[in-house]
């Protein structure tokens, strides 16, 4: 039997850890992912669809347009990779559009390169143009990651708005399959996605989450 070397040993200690970690997030995961999900606007509002899975993302927000949920769409992505589905603002426009989507509706964000980024140059747009409702589009996985993202950069905004999220192709639970799940095991690829929400900085908690969302349901 060989031996382990005090590097392995460690790294095992450490996916120990994380394991035990994600296990006790997980529930608490799913029932705010579900929160989310269930909490969507009363009249239409401004989508932001996310690059990544991007015509997966991008099909979603058609949906919605066509459903009158939204008004508005932003396209929000600056890499181009269309290997890994990622598409630039500019062609997930010229997707919408050849999907029936006037260009008048459709603003263009082709500065973000990573989720962190996103609400970052999303928000400019939303204060130069005055939004008041926002709907964040994306897959199912990554949904909840990205809603607590811009919950944390709407807190810090001087022109607030009221947020939503809009989890694509999900029908009522957080593991749903998307175009790039199926490159992984589901169960590692949702562990590293609670590794993530555990360990990223400048994401809202749970607690600030849950005390939001009951915000907007008491407008009701």
Not at 27 to 35: E, G, K, S, V, Y
Not at 140 to 168: K, T
């Amino acid at each position: 039997m060989s031996e382990f070397t005090e590097r392995e040993v460690m790294n095992q200690r450490i996916k120990a850890s994380d394991f035990l970690s994600n296990t006790a997030l997980l529930l608490p995961a799913i029932r705010l992912f579900n929160a989310i999900r269930k909490t969507q606007p009363t009249k239409p509002a401004v989508g932001v669809c996310l690059e990544g899975d991007t015509k997966f993302r991008l099909m979603g927000a058609v949906a919605l347009y066509r459903n009158g949920k939204i008004n508005r769409v932003i396209v929000s992505g600056g890499v181009n990779n269309p290997q890994a589905d990622n598409l630039p603002a500019a062609l997930m426009k010229q997707y919408l559009m050849s999907k029936g989507l006037p260009a008048e509706v459709i603003e263009l964000e082709e500065q973000s390169r990573f989720s962190h980024d996103h609400p970052v140059y999303v928000n400019s747009i939303v204060k130069r143009q005055g939004f008041t409702d926002l709907i964040v589009i994306t897959s199912g996985y990554h949904l909840l990651r990205a809603y607590l993202r811009f919950l944390e950069e709407l807190f810090a905004q001087d022109h607030p708005y009221i947020l939503y999220g809009y989890p694509v192709g999900t029908i009522g639970s957080w593991f749903q399959k998307s175009p790039t799940e199926g490159r992984y095991r589901i169960c590692s690829f949702y562990c590293d996605e609670l590794t993530k929400i555990r360990t990223y900085k400048d994401l809202a908690s749970f607690d600030e989450a849950w005390k939001y969302i009951h915000s907007l349901r008491d407008r009701v």
